[in-house]
């Protein structure tokens, strides 16, 4: 921010990295002593066999850019801005993922050690039910108020990117999925090998595409295509993961209070979007507070009136409502007598 550059940024990338080094390097040294003295090929050639395979699926996931190679190659820079616009990755929906695997990944692998697969099923469900309450509102918000969103951060010089932002949100909800396959093909090391063919495959696909339909069906058809072929991609996973845990269609239970999620979406949506259409003349920012706050209020009225939050849940929000209660009192106490 202060030297405004790229080379800023590449600048701050690399110390950044430097820091995150140092900081693990310290805190291993905590925890372990000095680990570096002793070395155990075995245990290396082990987990080199289950996180190599893993490891280059990830790699090769570097796909969900390749179109933007096609496109600034065939359609020019000034193209590619508005279709790079339209591709913004939304940083909240990565930091949930990341964060949920985080979680997920150890409990499964704990569960799957001593074979509780049916708690594997349920804790599972439990995450596409609270993922959901999130990502489902966000993707209908944006995909209403897109515009409004689009020029209160990047402008209305780049209003163009609209419709490939829509097409490209889809990958929002999608993320459920991947959230819910990643931590269980992770625990079954035995399938460990499925991520890396599934990657390989798509790989070819995507290239197949977009080298032969960039060109003819323009920037909204090559999002398209890759939005297209991560549905595939992530569709095949689920199944898999589906046959993995042996799930049945009673399963489908388990989800119902996706039901709920998508029906307050619906309605706090359809309550923004009427907002919306009466602020027609009203300034970006204005309009996008106003419908949010709108949309915030009934997507949370319509959860409570539909009994999503599970009775274990409202007692801990009022706990921490009560927490927080607590430290503002003490807080404005400390204030009166200073």
């Given at each position: 921010?202060?030297?405004?550059?790229?080379?800023?940024?590449?600048?701050?990338?690399?110390?950044?990295?430097?820091?995150?080094?140092?900081?693990?390097?310290?805190?291993?040294?905590?925890?372990?002593?000095?680990?570096?003295?002793?070395?155990?090929?075995?245990?290396?050639?082990?987990?080199?066999?289950?996180?190599?395979?893993?490891?280059?699926?990830a790699i090769i996931g570097?796909?969900?850019?390749?179109?933007?190679?096609?496109?600034?190659?065939?359609?020019?820079?000034?193209?590619?801005?508005?279709?790079?616009?339209?591709?913004?990755?939304?940083?909240?929906?990565?930091?949930?993922?990341?964060?949920?695997?985080?979680?997920?990944?150890?409990?499964?692998?704990?569960?799957?050690?001593?074979?509780?697969?049916?708690?594997?099923?349920?804790?599972?469900?439990?995450?596409?039910?609270?993922?959901?309450?999130?990502?489902?509102?966000?993707?209908?918000?944006?995909?209403?108020?897109?515009?409004?969103?689009?020029?209160?951060?990047?402008?209305?010089?780049?209003?163009?990117?609209?419709?490939?932002?829509?097409?490209?949100?889809?990958?929002?909800?999608?993320?459920?999925?991947?959230?819910?396959?990643?931590?269980?093909?992770?625990?079954?090391?035995?399938?460990?090998?499925?991520?890396?063919?599934?990657?390989v495959a798509v790989l070819?696909?995507?290239?197949?595409?977009?080298?032969?339909?960039?060109?003819?069906?323009g920037m909204v058809g090559?999002?398209?295509?890759?939005?297209?072929?991560?549905?595939?991609?992530?569709?095949?996973?689920?199944?898999?993961?589906?046959?993995?845990?042996?799930?049945?269609?009673?399963?489908?239970?388990?989800?119902?209070?996706?039901?709920?999620?998508?029906?307050?979406?619906?309605?706090?949506?359809?309550?923004?979007?009427?907002?919306?259409?009466?602020?027609?003349?009203?300034?970006?920012?204005?309009?996008?507070?106003?419908?949010?706050?709108?949309?915030?209020?009934?997507?949370?009225?319509?959860?409570?009136?539909?009994?999503?939050?599970?009775?274990?849940?409202?007692?801990?929000?009022?706990?921490?409502?009560?927490?927080?209660?607590?430290?503002?009192?003490?807080?404005?106490?400390?204030?009166?007598?200073?």
């Amino acid at each position: 921010m202060w030297f405004s550059s790229v080379w800023a940024l590449i600048y701050a990338a690399i110390i950044h990295g430097l820091l995150q080094t140092i900081v693990l390097t310290l805190y291993l040294r905590s925890r372990f002593g000095a680990f570096w003295r002793s070395f155990k090929w075995p245990l290396m050639r082990k987990q080199l066999a289950y996180s190599l395979p893993l490891g280059i699926a990830a790699i090769i996931g570097v796909q969900s850019d390749l179109d933007n190679y096609f496109v600034s190659n065939r359609f020019g820079a000034t193209a590619y801005a508005i279709y790079a616009i339209g591709c913004f990755q939304l940083p909240l929906v990565t930091i949930l993922s990341d964060t949920v695997g985080s979680v997920m990944i150890p409990r499964v692998s704990y569960l799957q050690k001593f074979g509780r697969t049916r708690e594997i099923i349920e804790l599972t469900a439990k995450m596409v039910r609270k993922l959901s309450a999130i990502y489902f509102p966000l993707f209908l918000f944006l995909l209403l108020l897109g515009r409004e969103f689009i020029t209160v951060l990047f402008t209305s010089r780049y209003l163009a990117s609209y419709p490939i932002f829509a097409i490209n949100l889809i990958l929002v909800p999608l993320a459920i999925l991947t959230s819910g396959c990643d931590p269980i093909m992770r625990a079954y090391a035995e399938h460990r090998y499925f991520p890396l063919k599934t990657r390989v495959a798509v790989l070819v696909v995507l290239v197949a595409t977009l080298w032969l339909g960039t060109k003819h069906l323009g920037m909204v058809g090559t999002i398209s295509i890759v939005i297209a072929v991560n549905l595939i991609e992530r569709v095949v996973t689920s199944i898999k993961v589906g046959h993995i845990l042996g799930l049945t269609r009673k399963d489908i239970l388990l989800l119902k209070d996706v039901g709920k999620v998508v029906f307050a979406t619906a309605i706090a949506g359809a309550a923004a979007e009427m907002t919306r259409s009466y602020l027609s003349d009203t300034k970006p920012l204005v309009v996008l507070s106003v419908c949010g706050a709108v949309f915030s209020l009934l997507y949370v009225a319509g959860l409570l009136m539909l009994r999503f939050p599970t009775q274990r849940e409202r007692n801990s929000i009022r706990g921490q409502m009560v927490q927080m209660r607590r430290k503002h009192w003490k807080r404005t106490a400390a204030e009166a007598d200073y």
